[in-house]
């Protein structure tokens, strides 16, 4: 990465992170007993965005000797490799046991020289303008990429004298921490519009929605009775791009079924050898519901209210028609993402890690579920509707407000680092 020096203020420098930093300083291993407990850090210890690291893992030295990266209290870890480095995974060491430790052999550790602030450095390597330009000079094959020493090195910094890095410092931490107070509350209320929104949906299949307060006596049966069809899609070998392009047929990936929304750019391209299976097309009014994956990505439901054509069911999802002359296919999408239900779902799940489970067609038309007459499922749709409308529209708020506050997080870095944030 290279710095406009025509933008420094006087008395600036620019250095490279080699020059002011050990970048994965040795430790001399003479005289250490193999038995000795020592601090340990692995990848999920250090916080994305957050610069939060726990140190509290112990591990005896003889495990972590070979091939990890030695740090000490006030060195900088940053995470070499992708998505960690992209996601922002770094942080400064606090005091560990015995003065050093070990941490994963995914991360560069900067140990600043004399003269530079450890937390200068590290609010300098944490800008997106630095990461994204590191994106760019990452080596090795897909889902594998890192960010080599020989680059890291040679990446040039923008250098304050050493008072004026305490004065930046301070004023970033004092801007940061305004803006936390800030996206805390906001997520605060995002979480709040979250639980609104599960209480409005198990208030709708209980039948405590509408005006009358109590729930009539409604049936409850197996959704099978529900269910004009139910298929299982197709998951042949597609291209690494999506279909962005209505002439192209493209494949749903998994995380196009999201809670009561159909993503239909969640695709991959279907190659032009393969021919597509017509009856796997998707509709408007396909109820999609996932099958198998992590546990809490099995058993998301939604209703494709729109799509584009030429889109195929994966195997990992199943597509429901509805009997309709027994159900609204909208009041079984709120159904399926009632908490209860979901927690209901959850039951009916197979297999032996979360990281691996099923939920099997016959477990699936064996869940019991809630059928008032269809009269009373439309004034339930209108009704949730109606209410989830104003929730939709300040959670879209909030999310722009996010948005906003990040954007700003990465222009007080960019100030700091140009000399205005303390002008």
């Known amino acids: 990465m290279r710095v406009d020096k025509k933008i420094l203020p006087v008395g600036w420098t620019v250095s490279t992170i080699e020059d002011i930093a050990d970048v994965n300083p040795r430790l001399n291993k003479a ?48 995470a070499k490799i992708t998505p960690c480095m992209e996601n922002g995974k770094m942080a400064i060491v606090p005091k560990v046991k015995n003065d050093f430790g070990f941490g994963s052999t995914e991360f560069h550790v900067l140990r600043p020289k004399e003269g530079i602030d450890a937390r ?31 680059y890291l090195k040679a990446c040039e ?53 509408l005006e009358s307060g109590s729930k009539e006596k409604w049936p409850e049966e197996p959704i099978d009775v529900a269910i004009e069809s139910l298929d299982q899609g197709w998951s042949p070998r597609c291209e690494r ?12 990936k998994t995380s196009a079924v999201q809670s009561m929304s159909f993503e239909e750019k969640e ?13 796997l097309e998707l509709r408007p009014g396909d109820l999609l519901i996932t099958r198998a994956g992590p546990r809490k990505r099995v058993g998301v439901a939604c209703l494709v209210k729109k799509t584009r054509p030429r889109l195929i069911l994966c195997d990992k999802v199943y597509r429901i028609r509805c009997t309709t ?69 300040l959670e879209k708020l909030i999310e722009d407000n996010l948005k906003r506050a990040e954007r700003l997080r990465q222009s007080i870095l ?4 140009s000399g205005k944030i303390i002008n």
């Open 31 to 78: 005289g250490i007993p193999d038995d000795l407990n020592i601090s340990f850090v692995p990848m999920p210890a250090v916080g994305a965005e957050s610069g939060s690291i726990d140190v509290s893992e112990e591990r005896s030295f003889k495990e972590v000797k070979k091939g990890f990266t030695a740090f000490k209290e006030g060195d900088v870890l940053f």
């Open 120 to 150: 200068y450095i590290y609010y300098y390597v944490s800008s997106k303008s630095f990461r994204g330009e590191a994106e760019r000079y990452m080596t090795g094959a897909v889902g594998q990429r890192r960010v080599t020493t020989p």
């Open 157 to 209: 910094i923008p250098i304050a004298p050493p008072e004026q890095q305490k004065r930046i410092v301070g004023e970033i931490e004092k801007q940061f921490s305004r803006l936390d107070e800030a996206v805390a509350n906001l997520k605060r209320v995002k979480a709040n519009l979250k639980r609104y929104k599960a209480a409005v949906l198990k208030a709708a299949v209980e039948g405590k929605l």
């Open 241 to 252: 791009v999506p279909s962005d392009d209505i002439k192209t047929w493209g494949v749903i």
């Open 267 to 279: 695709n991959k391209k279907l190659p032009a050898k393969l021919k597509p299976r017509l009856n």
């Open 325 to 393: 002359d027994v159900v609204i296919p909208e009041f079984l999408e709120l159904v399926l993402n009632a908490p209860h239900i979901i927690d209901k779902l959850d039951e009916l799940k197979t297999g032996i890690s979360d990281s691996g489970v099923n939920l099997t067609q016959k477990r699936f038309r064996e869940l019991i579920v809630p059928l008032p007459p269809l009269q009373v499922q439309a004034r339930i749709i209108d009704e949730v509707q109606f209410r989830l409308t104003v929730n939709e529209e």
């Open 414 to 417: 960019s100030s700091a680092f």
